[in-house]
């Protein structure tokens, strides 16, 4: 079974600066979809972005990007310009195939608090 | 806003009770899963249906059941709830093209006492 591994349970950063979120992952497929989800207190789970793994490049939306590294298998995610807003829990996601049916596996997560 | 709309959001439910979570998605999203999330960590997934039939599970005992209408809506049901049931309950749907967003509910809040 695959794993989704989170090192970073929490992180804070400064508004208006920039932060890393480590994610790695664990599989022996070639062809696979990575996401970051944001869960803020309102518990809806929100995509942030997502990366093919068949695409070379890494995946932006405007502010957040990835740092997709396929060999070593790793899903890094950069938030520039921090806002407030951005203070949530991250997850980290591997969609893997299962059967007939596709099933998310979420690391634990981390909590990500931005200072003013 | 992602058109997926879960409800009780909280009920509390006393050991051995049976619940039943409810869930409806947009028009046309035919594959509909459900995922446990206890305090502190990432959701796990339960089970999925798609067009009614159930089509992959998680590591969850029988006692965890679902249904999935027509209408897309669907329903978790858990038999004689253990305190270890207490947790968010996560319904999420998507249409039917493979590589498409997963849209999430806002959760049903299960506690057991």
């Known amino acids: 079974a695959q794993t989704v591994t989170q090192s970073q349970p929490e992180m804070s950063v400064q508004e208006a600066e920039t932060v890393t979120l480590s994610c790695t992952y664990d599989t022996s497929e070639s062809d696979y979809y990575l996401f970051w989800y944001k869960q803020p207190p309102s518990r809806q789970m929100i995509l942030v972005i997502r990366q093919e793994a068949y695409k070379q490049q890494n995946a932006t939306e405007n502010r957040f990007s990835v740092n997709f590294q396929k060999a070593a298998k790793s899903f890094s995610l950069k938030i520039s310009d921090s806002q407030l807003g951005d203070a949530a829990m991250y997850f980290c996601a591997y969609r893997e195939k299962q059967g007939g049916s596709e099933k998310l596996v979420f690391g634990k997560g981390t909590k990500l608090t931005v200072n003013p | 806003e992602t058109g997926v709309t879960q409800s009780p959001t909280h009920l509390i439910k006393t050991r051995g009770q049976q619940v039943t979570l409810r869930c409806s998605s947009q028009s046309g999203h035919n594959t509909v899963s459900w995922y446990q999330q206890a305090l502190g960590q990432g959701p796990q997934f339960i089970f999925q249906?798609?067009?009614?039939?159930?089509?992959g599970r998680g590591n969850f005992p029988p006692r965890f059941s679902g249904l999935q209408f027509p209408n897309y809506s669907s329903e978790l049901n858990v038999n004689a709830l253990e305190l270890d049931d207490s947790a968010l309950y996560l319904c999420?749907?998507?249409?039917?093209?493979?590589?498409?967003?997963?849209?999430f509910g806002e959760g049903s809040w299960l506690t057991v006492v």
């Open positions: 999420a749907s998507r249409p039917d093209r493979a590589g498409n967003t997963i849209y």
């Open positions: 249906y798609y067009r009614e039939e159930e089509n």
